[in-house]
């Protein structure tokens, strides 16, 4: 069971993502939890739709398999991945003995999106696919997951402002917000951002 669940922020230093999750992670002392990180956490540079990632995929998820084994982590992680010669986003599920690819953004179907590790039912939505059916398609899946604990991971590559003013989307709010054992986690990668 995870004693904690959380958000890896980086809004700087594009270029080393490693290393600014390997400082956070030594300095917080944080062990046995799951941990959020942002969509294209692999790009090494400010996210661009389409354009190749500095760090490939294999690379990172090698990387990040290592930090969730020396740190007793598991990672939900957006990556940009190479698939059939097109760049998709991917969330993966990292822990130290691995990585499980869940879900394509905007794909029709989940791979593998939620999935049961540690007690807790994890669930991913990339960025966007919070605001559409995608999200009522992963929700429905994990509503019947017989685990108590519930956890929505939206790795995305937010704006200044994209929860300022009106809500646009006032469902995933509501997601974020509801009650009992749900709980949702969502990095950035552009600022500071933490609303729950």
Same mark, same amino acid.
């Not at 922020?9 to 400082?23: M, N, R, V, Y």
């Not at 190749?52 to 991945?81: C, T, W, Y």
């Not at 690819?101 to 994890?122: F, Q, S």
């Not at 937010?158 to 009650?179: C, D, K, L, W, Y």
């Given at each position: ?6 958000v ?13 999750? /390997?400082?956070?992670?030594?300095r917080? @002392?944080?062990? !046995?939890?799951?941990? *959020?990180?942002? %969509? ?10 389409d ?34 010669g ?5 969330a993966?599920?990292?822990?130290g ?18 999935? /049961?590790t540690?007690?807790?039912?994890? @669930?991913?939505? !990339?960025?966007?696919? *919070?605001?559409? %059916? ?7 899946k994990?509503e ?31 997601q974020?917000r ?8 969502l990095?950035?990668r ?5 609303r729950q």
């Amino acid at each position: 069971m995870f004693e904690k669940v959380g958000v890896f922020h980086f809004p700087t230093g594009h270029t080393a993502p490693i290393p600014a999750l /390997e400082d956070k992670s030594t300095r917080s @002392g944080v062990r !046995i939890s799951l941990i *959020a990180l942002p %969509e294209a956490f692999n790009n090494g540079d400010a996210y661009v739709a389409d354009k190749p990632p500095r760090i490939p995929a294999e690379q990172m998820l090698r990387e990040l398999s290592a930090i969730a084994k020396l740190h007793n982590l598991v990672f939900a992680a957006g990556l940009l991945d190479q698939v059939e010669g097109k760049i998709r986003n991917a969330a993966y599920l990292i822990d130290g003995s691995g990585s499980r690819l869940m879900v394509h953004k905007g794909a029709k179907d989940d791979i593998e999106n939620p999935i /049961e590790t540690e007690g807790v039912c994890v @669930g991913c939505l !990339i960025c966007s696919d *919070a605001y559409d %059916e995608r999200r009522h398609r992963v929700t429905q899946k994990m509503e019947k997951s017989v685990l108590a604990r519930k956890v929505v991971c939206i790795p995305a590559s937010m704006s200044a402002n994209t929860f300022e003013g009106p809500p646009r989307h006032p469902g995933i709010r509501r997601q974020v917000r509801a009650p009992g054992q749900w709980k949702a986690a969502l990095p950035s990668r552009n600022r500071e951002f933490h609303r729950q």
